[in-house]
Nanobody, 124 residues
Framework: QVQLVESGGGLVQAGGSLRLACAASGRTFSRYAMGWFRQAPGKEREFVAAIDWSGGKTYYADSVKGRATISRDNAKNTVHLQMNSLKPEDTAVYYC?????????????????WGQGTQVTVSS
């Protein structure tokens, strides 16, 4: 099992940047693909980005492609999401998720472990 704790959210002006972090417990972190999802009020949880177990492959939603970078450090059991050129529509609770076996997925059901989320608010 793995436990996930997100941090780094906050209030930022449009055009600004944030770097979200996800700290994972456990000694098998490298066996998990990791993903970031977000959920705005009244909307379904949506895929943002994912990274495979090695960090060699990354995947992005079209809505953030070119503005987001996902990375991981298996030695430190951490995954980051760098978000640049933030827009008001990026406002949401951002969740870190882990999928055992290292296979990336763009749907929430593909992940067995979730963090509690961190709020990102982008003002116009």
């Amino acid at each position: 099992q793995v436990q996930l704790v997100e941090s780094g959210g906050g209030l930022v002006q449009a055009g600004g940047s944030l770097r979200l972090a996800c700290a994972a417990s456990g000694r098998t972190f490298s066996r998990y693909a990791m993903g970031w999802f977000r959920q705005a009020p009244g909307k379904e949880r949506e895929f943002v980005a994912a990274i495979d177990w090695s960090g060699g492959k990354t995947y992005y939603a079209d809505s953030v492609k070119g503005r987001a970078t996902i990375s991981r450090d298996n030695a430190k059991n951490t995954v980051h999401l760098q978000m640049n050129s933030l827009k008001p529509e990026d406002t949401a609770v951002y969740y870190c998720a882990a999928a055992y076996g290292g296979s990336y997925s763009a749907i929430p059901a593909g992940y067995g472990y979730w963090g509690q989320g961190t709020q990102v608010t982008v003002s116009s």
